[in-house]
């Protein structure tokens, strides 16, 4: 989307559009398209328009019915931090106190919607001139929040007592950057701000490594549904729990459970856990817990070990429920080999297989082919260490008693 398609989607005759829009359907598109430009209108108008409305059909992932009001454009929407999440981020902000939160980099305003809803002052910088401007109409419900076209290092921070920024982490060709001084600003460049602003609160990839974090900062990995969708980092009042790592995990019910470490700096080495026996079951831990380095203390939590060192599974003898991991029972184990896998799926007139690895270079969409299967039944195999060995693991899912 440009500026032109923006100020006719904002015309009163493109407003009223986008409200009389059906939910899109990729496969009605094309003829309602069609439908509306033989109606006489403008034919720049409707291609913005059923833009715009497929971009809102993807934002209800993100911002829930939030989204039917909203302006994106793509790479605002797959940059912008999910409404939930957002609410856990403004809530760091009231819970600290905060009086006039400057939020750098503000995208197109989902952060700073969920500060405005809790009633804090924001100011919303943000340094593209059209997402500040799609940001000023996502945000036009929130009188406290003032969004600003700018340059968010150069923003005057007087009368500040709290910053959040969200470093861009694309290029403009929309290629991920993992190398934080490649952030726009750089990591760096952020993390400055504290000495003027010790309340700071920054998002970063999730494959930040645990070398690369300041020492002082709380470092906090969230999941939602499973999928690990960011990495934060808080300091000061910000950080309640004090430096270190945890988990949040927002489950698909909307419940939050976090698991912390008992690390004092947030780039401490992570703890190794007890390696054991393959037993009764098998956990598979939350992403958000993998990327916090807290496998073996989750795996504490349920009385289970690993199944390898420096492998995410754990084994144990009781099935047991923990928000943080996924629970298999064991149904049998052996070597890989291609040959005996196949005769075992064989024996068993598997034809749907759900193939799980990690420590291991086979690829599942190769083995799938080489494996062939064929049958009524279905099986979930687990690639990885077993005793030091490449093995298999037949595994079924269990649903563990709260």
């Known amino acids: 989307m440009d500026a032109r398609a923006l100020s006719k989607l904002l015309s009163p005759e493109g407003w009223a559009l986008l409200g009389q829009l059906p939910p899109y359907d990729e496969t009605t598109a094309l003829p309602l398209s069609s439908a509306l430009r033989d109606r006489g209108l403008d034919p720049e108008l409707v291609a913005a328009a059923m833009t715009q409305s497929r971009l809102r059909a993807k934002g209800r992932a993100k911002f829930g019915e939030f989204a039917d009001g909203m302006i994106f454009t793509q790479a605002g929407l797959e940059q912008s931090t999910r409404l939930t999440v957002a609410a856990h981020h403004a809530a760091r902000f009231a819970a600290a106190g905060a009086t006039r939160v400057a939020d750098l980099g503000c995208g197109i305003g989902g952060d700073a919607m969920a500060m405005g809803a809790l009633g804090l002052p924001v100011l919303a910088v943000e340094l593209d001139e059209l997402t500040a401007a799609v940001a000023t109409v996502n945000l036009r419900h929130f009188p406290e929040v003032t969004v600003v076209h700018g340059d968010a290092l150069a923003t005057d921070l007087d009368g500040v007592d709290a910053v959040f920024a969200d470093p861009a982490r694309r290029t403009r060709g929309g290629r991920r950057v993992f190398d934080p001084s490649a952030y726009s600003p750089s990591l760096d460049d952020v993390l400055a701000l504290r000495e003027r602003v010790p309340a700071l609160g920054l998002k970063v990839a999730p494959g930040i490594p645990h070398a690369g974090l300041p020492a002082d900062a709380h470092a906090q990995w969230v999941s939602v549904a499973g999928d690990v969708v960011e990495a934060g980092l808080w300091f000061g009042p910000l950080a309640p729990e004090g430096p270190g790592r945890s988990a949040l995990v927002l489950d698909r019910d909307g419940h939050a459970h976090r698991l912390t470490s008992e ?61 943080f991991l996924s629970a298999y029972r064991v149904l049998d184990s052996f070597p890989f080999a291609l040959k005996t896998l196949r005769a075992y799926l064989r024996d068993r007139q598997v034809g749907t297989v759900t193939i799980k690895k990690r420590g291991t270079a086979v690829e599942p969409g190769q083995l799938r082919r080489q494996l062939s299967p064929s049958g009524p039944n279905a099986a979930t195999i687990v690639l990885t260490r077993v005793a030091g060995r490449q093995s298999v693991i037949v595994v079924e899912p269990v649903a563990a008693p709260r």
């Open 263 to 323: 690390v004092e700096a947030a780039d401490a080495p992570v703890r190794a856990g007890q390696v054991r026996d393959l037993d009764h079951y098998l956990y598979e831990p939350d992403g958000a817990v993998i990327r916090a380095g807290l496998v073996a203390l989750a795996g504490e939590e349920v009385g289970a070990g690993l199944v390898a060192e420096s492998i995410a599974y754990l084994t144990g003898p009781r099935l047991a429920h923990t928000p």
